[in-house]
């Protein structure tokens, strides 16, 4: 490859959003460049005569960084021993003239693709920049049909099974792995170096009090990693829920130089709102509330399927309006409570110990269209994937770690939802700057773990933040509209207030209640034009995804139909279906 393709690529993964630093590394065969949000982004690099190392996001401890740079050939030696005693939300990457060597976090919150091509290997953090210099290497490119289904089946709840990618050839490097990679041969070598270890405990005081000390021990870490990183305002993404609000607890405990405060976003009637303002308020929080319409959302629709490789469809398009708002704010790095609420709350657990059981729940869960859907939405020569498809899904969820249906279904969400959905939508916010994920730190995840068979969800998010500050926890909970101290009958009596809430909110056409959501879909598919504008893409006989021969377009207009009616609410899978043409208009087969 030369410079021409590379600096092209270069121009297509700059953020629209903020100012760009660019470097480029080159050791005789192995190329490296770096694009990031100038002043924000953690990254650090080495160019020497053994190769090239780049460790892209924050390592803990600082020890493990300084090994990474210093010396490329010992720390090939010593990765694997080293590896499984570090925390942190990072890719590195090892590069020289025969090899290269990619290493994810415990829980790949940073995407790192690669694909092999004939004189070499391509690896980088976006899809399409990668098909462009495969390209010109003459490489034919093609749709990963299976993987398409997958993505069609699982959607918004837990993607594409497995490391494939949308591109045949194209691949996703594991999380907690190693990946040796032979340039002159192809041949690749991965290499697992940790997995989460679930021990039971009697659910207790002592572990709610360990678990606060954590997430406040592990905040304190992060805080520190900025601040010695030249990071000045640092700002929370403060919800009406338990997660965050746990977050702005232990954020009261910090005494550094960094500028913190807090933001809330969602349409004037959002119920997150008013909620989140008082959190703020006794947390001593400055606060800022962001406001929308559902008619502001839709210019973001390329941009989110460009930033997310489309793993986090258009339904989650919040995350990408709120990368630009913050950097308008001049914030260097946001903390997130994403990962928190999976070890707390435990999306997909399961109740049932008979394993059938468990496979039908973790599939009911996991489905935005079910089989027979399915069958009429596909054209028929993808029709005969789904058997494999499922057999996929069922091997994945048999064969998590875990003795029992309870911890399989906690680390099935791990693997799946938590690695496709919710850390690539993060890759929406690096587009301003750095993001600071606390539960990746083993001080908190940890306690996180030793709970999981008696995870009750709101029960033990209430109890962390009563810990942590017992004047929150007399805040109603967004889920509920009560008090997270209150017992857990009343809980329950508050989702059926809660409902009652959004059915007023409907039928008085928006005059009273909360909007029960930061982005209705549903809605704004319905009501908005330019959200109908997007929709009228599936009308066109041009539409890719039925040109490629992916899915029928009478079922489809069917759906479009039967929603715009209010016959049936197909938001979700309109989503999934928008967001995929979205995709390869950009990516240009």
């Known amino acids: ?154 959607g918004n709840r837990i993607g594409i099974l497995g490391d494939n990618t949308f591109v045949k050839n194209i691949y996703l490097a594991p999380a907690a792995s190693i990946l040796n990679i032979n340039t002159r041969t192809g041949r690749i070598e ?41 990071l000045k305002r640092v700002c929370l993404m403060l919800s009406g829920g338990l997660d965050s609000r746990a977050i702005a607890a232990a954020l009261s405990l910090y005494r550094g130089k960094l500028e913190i405060f807090s933001i809330t976003m969602g349409t004037k009637k959002c119920d997150e709102i008013p909620i989140a303002s008082r959190v703020a308020e006794i947390s001593r929080l400055k606060h800022h509330v962001i406001t929308y319409k559902l ?18 469809p258009i339904n989650n398009i919040s995350a990408t309006f709120l990368a630009d708002y913050i950097s308008k704010l001049r914030c260097d790095a946001v903390i997130v409570g994403f990962l928190l609420d999976a070890m707390l709350q435990g999306h997909f657990l399961v109740r049932a110990h008979a394993l059938r059981r468990y496979l039908n729940f973790l599939y009911k869960r996991s489905s935005v269209f079910n089989h027979e859907e399915m069958l009429h939405l596909l054209q028929r020569p993808l029709k005969k994937l789904l058997p494999r498809i499922l057999r996929n899904f069922v091997g994945a969820a048999l064969n998590v770690n875990g003795k029992d249906p309870v911890v399989k279904s906690y680390l099935f969400d791990l693997a799946t939802r938590q690695r496709r959905l919710i850390c690539y939508g993060l890759e929406c916010l690096r587009e301003s700057g750095e993001v600071l994920i ?111 021969g992916i899915v029928n377009k009478d079922f489809v207009i069917k759906l479009v139909r039967e929603h715009l009616t209010g016959t049936k609410n197909h938001g979700e899978k309109l989503g999934v279906l928008i967001s995929l043409e979205v995709f390869l208009r950009n990516l240009d087969l």
């Open 1 to 154: 490859l030369n410079e021409k393709p590379l600096n092209e690529v270069v121009s297509k993964i700059k953020s629209p959003y903020t100012d760009n630093e660019v470097v480029k590394l080159r050791l005789c065969n192995a190329y490296v460049a770096i694009v990031i949000p100038k002043g924000r982004g953690l990254y650090s690099y080495r160019l020497s005569d053994d190769g090239v190392a780049v460790l892209y996001g924050y390592i803990y401890p600082d020890s493990v960084k300084e090994l990474v740079l210093r010396d490329v050939g010992s720390f090939r030696k010593q990765i694997a021993g080293v590896l499984s005693r570090v925390d942190g939300s990072f890719t590195i990457v090892l590069a020289s003239n025969d090899a290269v060597r990619t290493v994810t976090d415990k829980f790949g919150t940073r995407p790192m693709y690669y694909s092999f091509f004939g004189g070499g290997v391509l690896f980088g953090t976006r899809i399409n920049p990668m098909v462009t210099l495969l390209k010109y290497t003459g490489k034919s490119v093609k749709l990963d049909e299976e993987a398409v289904v997958s993505y069609l089946w699982f």
């Open 190 to 230: 991965k290499i697992e170096y940790w997995r989460p270890r679930i021990e039971s405990k009697e659910q207790e005081e002592a572990p709610i009090r360990d678990l606060a000390r954590g997430l406040t021990s592990s905040i304190l870490k992060l805080l520190k990693i900025a601040e010695e990183r030249g």
């Open 438 to 548: 606390p539960a990746v730190f083993e001080d908190f995840y940890r306690g996180a773990f030793t709970l999981v068979r008696d995870i009750r969800g709101l029960n033990i998010r209430a109890k962390l933040v009563t810990t942590l500050n017992a004047k929150l926890s007399l805040i109603p909970y967004q889920g509920t509209l009560i008090p997270p101290i209150m017992p857990t009958m009343c809980q329950k009596l508050g989702y059926l207030i809660k409902k009652l809430s959004q059915m007023m909110y409907k039928l008085t056409k928006d005059r009273m209640g909360y909007e029960p959501t930061y982005f209705d879909l549903d809605k704004a598919l319905r009501e908005s034009p330019k959200w109908r504008g997007l929709l009228r893409l599936l009308f066109n006989d041009d539409c890719l995804i039925y040109k490629s």
């Open 295 to 312: 008619e502001d959302l839709a210019d973001y629709a390329i941009y989110h399927v460009r930033f997310t490789d489309t793993f986090t």
